[in-house]
């Protein structure tokens, strides 16, 4: 079984969705690469692997956008035996929209950020190939949180352009865990949109639910302020000091709301369960859904645990995952943020469940 998008089904209530980076990419400029392989032989240091600087210009894949559709992830397990999985991810490095106006070189697990949604149930064991796209210039692998083994697997799935190497590996605990690149300039390659999560859910399944969505959030340091108009390019100085000009779900400004690629869609009477990966690089994120409560919450991911009830706010860490169960009871837009609200006001965090149906006043009326 090969998890992809585009091995997924189509959520008819998503049909709207412009997600266009992981089939779609155009690959324009082909004939002006000129990748040296001295490049990557330079460095010795951490930070040194390769030249600090945003030379993407002219030779890389172009999407419209990188946004992942958070409708569309692999189905809840019901199986009671394990199988082996076989899934691939290509790393491609992708200039696509980051707003109205505004580019930005992202680096990315199969063209979407965040990376694909990988779905295992524990014990299931996986062959995962890594491959890197011919067009990227920068070196890339993956450290996988579930995995047990040296770097999370990363070194052993170490690709440059146009390579492939594969690794084996069983999933022995469940979990929501991350999944990154990890490459010296792990922190770069997060902030440019390389992680993800694999769910290993636990022998007996999840609660069931009428919905799930899934998102990402990381932050993106720019040379160019907040808001600026054209490429903008990537900023190691304030990435060193953490401070970041845009803090994202999935890749773009205010990426799911109705302004720009669509709210995630529910009705009233339905439940939700909302998966977020956390890649940071370096914010915590402080989850809330404005104007809902998580009913349940799994910190860190942990789904081994009893979850945390009635949450309003709940951290999730870089390198880290949160799953939460919404009770959607009246028609509503909820907003999911991080509720260090700076981020939504002013460096381009937002997404929206659109909850449609009858009011429900005996739970929420306006009063005039
Ligand atoms: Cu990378």
Known sequence: MT??????????????????????????????????????????SLAGEYPQQDDFAGSILHADTVVADPA?????????????????????????????GTEFVFMTWNGQVPGPMLRVRQD??????????????????????????????????????????????????????????????????IS?????????????GLPRVDREFYIGQNELYTKEPFGSKGLVHFDYTTMAA??????????????????????MQAKRGETARV???????????????IGNIWKECWPQGALANAPLRYVQTQSVPPGSCFVGHLDLQVPETIKLVDHALSRVARKGLLAEIAVGGAPNPAVFKALG
Do not use: W
């Open 275 to 289: 998966f977020m990966v956390c890649g940071g690089p370096n914010l915590t994120s402080s989850f809330h859904a």
């Open 72 to 100: 569309r992830l692999p189905p809840p397990i019901h199986r009671q035996h394990s199988i082996h999985h076989e899934i691939e991810l290509e790393a491609r490095e992708v200039r696509a929209k980051l707003d109205d």
């Open 192 to 204: 440019r949109g390389m992680y993800g999560m694999i769910l290993v859910e636990p022998h007996e």
């Open 3 to 44: 998890q992809d998008r585009k091995n997924t089904p189509e959520d008819p209530s998503r049909r709207h969705f412009v997600s266009s980076a992981g089939t779609g990419a155009l690959l324009l400029g082909l004939s002006g690469i000129a990748m040296s392989h001295r490049v990557f032989a330079a460095g010795r």
């Open 242 to 263: 953490e401070d970041p000009s845009y803090v994202l779900f999935n890749g773009a400004v205010n990426a799911l709301t109705p302004n720009r690629l669509g709210a």
């Open 124 to 189: 299931d064991t996986v062959t995962l190939t890594v491959k890197s796209a011919k067009t990227n210039k920068r070196p890339h692998n993956v450290d996988m949180h579930a995995i047990l083994g040296t770097g999370g697997g990363a070194p052993a799935v170490m690709v440059y352009p146009g390579q492939t190497r594969r690794e084996f590996f069983k999933c022995v605990y469940p979990g929501a865990y991350i999944y990154h690149c990890a490459v010296p300039n792990l922190d770069e390659h």
